[in-house]
């Protein structure tokens, strides 16, 4: 139902919201900027809705899609017909940019959707550069959102839809700079991971977002390159992460479920229903941002080593 503009106190509302993220992620990319200093600037054409996509275009693209499953990069869904209109593209050109992306996920292309062929090389630019630094991706992309936000005032539920994840972050108390950033980059991932697997736990089936985990495969302090990135991820029902996180459970090279012996051999009922059908059994594969294979055995490598302990 379309809501109309909101009130004058609930714009208030938001601009206080979107305050403590704009000052923190503007601190984050001064210290980051090219020339010491200066924080870096959107250009004035930077979201131009003639010529060619530009890259802060391209990157609030990708970093929509990265966050929505693949069933939903529609140019009828309303969060792409209002990103397509706070990034001055039209809801067609948007979904098909969407698109272009998933010919680029080999995920997507083994699976036989494999999208439309023609990504430009500033696409693949794009991937490429967020693929080697997704922390910088989601903290520049929360930075430009607000940006186009604090330009753009919200007309109706559709803009909701855009702002969801900018109201989702509890800013209670949360003055510091790394507090502000660490939350974010948990939601990228969180969300990333989720839309991945379908918003289902890939061992048990579990759907309720309430009980899923978006579950490292190497922990968050161990691998910094990969904190955010959605291959180093699992989508995982809270117990299930929790036997993943301690080493009861693996992967074998072809994503089936290993138990340590701990688990087979337990004597507890309630385990023996909750892991013993796993063993061999396949995981349910990524829609996209398949599980790396090389993560999977580092992670495969320390439960072995356990095991023999």
Same mark, same amino acid.
């Given at each position: 139902m379309i809501r109309g503009r909101p009130s004058s106190s609930r714009r208030a509302q938001l601009c206080q919201r979107l305050t403590p993220l704009h000052t923190a992620l503007h601190q984050k990319l001064k210290t980051e900027a090219h020339v010491s200093g200066d924080a870096p600037t959107i250009p004035p054409n930077a979201f131009s809705g003639a010529g060619n996509w530009t890259r802060e275009q391209l990157k609030l693209a990708f970093h929509f899609y990265c966050q929505t499953p693949f069933g939903k990069l529609d140019s009828r869904n309303r969060k792409v017909i209002e990103l397509a209109r706070l990034i001055g593209r039209t809801p067609g050109a948007l979904a098909m940019k969407l698109v272009n992306f998933a010919s680029l996920d080999p995920a997507i !292309?083994?699976?036989?959707?494999? $999208?439309?062929?023609?990504?430009?090389?500033?696409?693949?630019? #794009?991937?490429? /550069?967020?693929?080697?630094?997704?922390? $910088? @991706?989601?903290? /520049? =992309? &929360?930075?430009? #959102?607000?940006?186009?936000?604090?330009?753009?005032?919200?007309?109706?539920? !559709? %803009?909701? &839809?855009?702002? /969801?994840q900018a109201e989702q972050i509890d800013y209670a108390g949360q003055t510091r700079t790394a507090m502000v950033q660490q939350r974010i980059k948990q939601q990228f991932f969180r969300r990333a991971v989720l839309s991945s697997y379908r918003g289902?736990? =890939? %061992?048990? $089936?579990?759907?309720?977002?309430?009980?899923?985990?978006?579950?490292?495969?190497?922990?968050? +302090? /161990?691998?910094? !390159?990969?904190?955010?990135?959605?291959?180093? $991820?699992? =989508? @995982?029902? &809270?117990?299930?992460?929790?036997? *993943?996180?301690?080493? @009861?459970?693996? @992967?074998?090279?072809?994503? +089936?479920? %290993?138990?340590?012996?701990?688990?087979?051999?337990?004597?507890?009922?309630?385990?023996?229903?909750? *892991?013993?059908?796993l063993e061999g059994q396949r995981i349910q594969a990524a829609e996209r941002f398949a599980a790396d294979h090389r993560l999977i055995a580092r992670h495969r490598e320390l439960f072995l080593q356990e095991e023999d302990a």
């Open positions: !292309a083994a699976s036989g959707r494999a $999208g439309l062929s023609n990504a430009s090389h500033l696409d693949r630019a #794009v991937w490429d /550069e967020f693929h080697a630094d997704w922390e $910088g @991706l989601a903290l /520049e =992309c &929360a930075q430009l #959102v607000h940006d186009l936000l604090r330009d753009h005032e919200p007309t109706d539920d !559709a %803009m909701d &839809a855009v702002v /969801e289902r736990c =890939c %061992m048990s $089936g579990v759907s309720d977002p309430r009980l899923l985990i978006a579950s490292h495969i190497v922990p968050w +302090r /161990e691998d910094k !390159a990969h904190r955010l990135n959605p291959s180093n $991820g699992l =989508c @995982l029902s &809270a117990i299930h992460d929790r036997a *993943f996180d301690q080493r @009861l459970i693996t @992967l074998s090279d072809d994503l +089936r479920v %290993m138990l340590s012996k701990s688990l087979r051999t337990t004597e507890n009922e309630y385990l023996k229903l909750t *892991f013993q059908p």
